[in-house]
């Protein structure tokens, strides 16, 4: 029903920058609340950054003031800018998606493959 597809991982120092795209193929509606999440090795996933219909915003505390999420609904392309990275930043960065979110981060249903950010310090 809904395909999606990460971009633009790699490996950065730390204090550098990355810009994450994330392209969502199939019902615009099925795509109103759109996340990214990430996992480390040995850890559970978390949710990082939300953006909602009408342009909520929602972030976890520990990257609050250095990533930023956004959409270009024209293109169901969802963004994660990330600014002043670090190594505990070093994680697998899923985009995910779901046509209505009752709180932050939770319930989504579709996932996209994943693209892995590395920081070195």
């Known amino acids: 029903q809904v395909q999606l597809v990460e971009s633009g991982g790699g490996s950065v120092q730390a204090g550098g920058s990355l810009r994450l795209s994330c392209a969502g193929f199939?019902?615009?509606?099925?795509?109103?609340?759109m996340g990214w999440f990430r996992q480390a090795p040995g850890k559970e996933r978390e949710g990082v950054a939300q953006i909602e219909d009408y342009g909520t915003t929602r972030y976890a505390d520990s990257v609050k003031g250095r990533f930023t999420i956004s959409k270009d609904n024209a293109k169901n392309t969802l963004y994660l800018q990330m600014n002043s990275l670090k190594p505990e930043d070093t994680a697998m960065y899923y985009c995910?998606?779901?046509?209505?979110?009752?709180?932050?981060?939770?319930?989504?249903?579709?996932w996209g493959q994943g693209t892995q950010v590395t920081v070195s310090s």
């Open positions: 199939g019902k615009p509606y099925s795509m109103n609340c």
């Open positions: 995910a998606a779901v046509g209505y979110c009752p709180r932050p981060f939770y319930g989504y249903n579709f």
